[in-house]
């Protein structure tokens, strides 16, 4: 499968604990995006990347929020000292143009 | 107001109606518009780009009115396999590789 791939597909820890997700875009895509979306609602923006380069940061993304992409390939998301309103899927999406290719998604629970 | 407003439904119709949605969004800046579908618990993906001139894919039919900012997805002889969440998506501003601004959804199902 050549397609936008994400690990974990499911994450359940306890509140207060830190979390690490991972994606790997489609190879040649210089483009990365970070949506989160929880239920009955459309995906919401978090964070993009061109290359290496994270080019805009939402609002929705707290100081317990960081992204990296450090080789301009794959992406971490790392949440820490998790909150129960953290609950939701975490969603990746690479581009080389204008359509973006979203992954399969993190769903993560925070009991 | 939310960016991108789409009436969330449900719309429950027999196989082979006729249905549409609307959209409309807030940014006049807007370049690029987009109808994805989600199936429940899977990612989005792209349904069709939409033009201003409008355009067609099979029985899918997406309309696009700049001035009155509002998008629409026209689905004839609806199929069971239909059934999804329909999602309208714009850019935000006049870049079409930065973040993607979604409505809520539309759930529509399809009923035999």
């Known amino acids: 499968d050549t397609g936008v791939s994400q690990d974990p597909r499911h994450k359940i820890t306890k509140r207060g604990q830190n979390v690490t997700f991972r994606c790997d875009p489609i190879?040649?895509?210089?483009?990365l995006y970070w949506y989160r979306q929880t239920l009955g609602q459309g995906p919401e923006f978090l964070t993009y990347?061109?290359?290496?380069?994270?080019?805009?940061k939402s609002r929705l993304l707290s100081d317990r929020f960081s992204a990296e992409r450090p080789k301009g390939s794959f992406s971490t998301l790392e949440i820490q000292r998790t909150e129960q309103g953290d609950s939701a899927m975490y969603l990746c999406?690479?581009?080389?143009?204008?359509?973006?290719?979203f992954g399969p998604g993190t769903r993560l629970t925070v009991l | 107001r939310k960016e991108v407003e789409q009436d969330p439904g449900p719309f429950n119709v027999p196989e082979g109606a006729t249905v549409a949605f609307n959209c409309t969004y807030s940014?006049?800046?807007?370049?690029?518009f987009f109808w994805y579908r989600q199936d429940c618990r899977k990612e989005p993906k792209l349904l069709m780009s939409?033009?201003?001139s409008g355009n067609e894919d099979g029985r899918f039919t997406a309309q696009l009115n700049r001035a009155s900012q509002y998008i629409s997805l026209l689905i004839r002889d609806s199929k069971l396999s239909d059934s999804a969440t329909y999602l309208c998506?714009?850019?935000?501003?006049?870049?079409?590789?930065?973040?993607?601004?979604f409505g809520q959804g539309t759930t529509l199902q399809v009923k035999p």
């Open positions: 999406a690479s581009s080389l143009g204008s359509v973006r290719f």
């Open positions: 190879s040649e895509h210089n483009r």
């Open positions: 990347f061109q290359n290496e380069a994270q080019l805009e």
């Open positions: 940014n006049s800046a807007s370049q690029s």
């Open positions: 939409v033009y201003s």
């Open positions: 998506v714009v850019t935000s501003g006049s870049s079409n590789t930065g973040k993607l601004i």
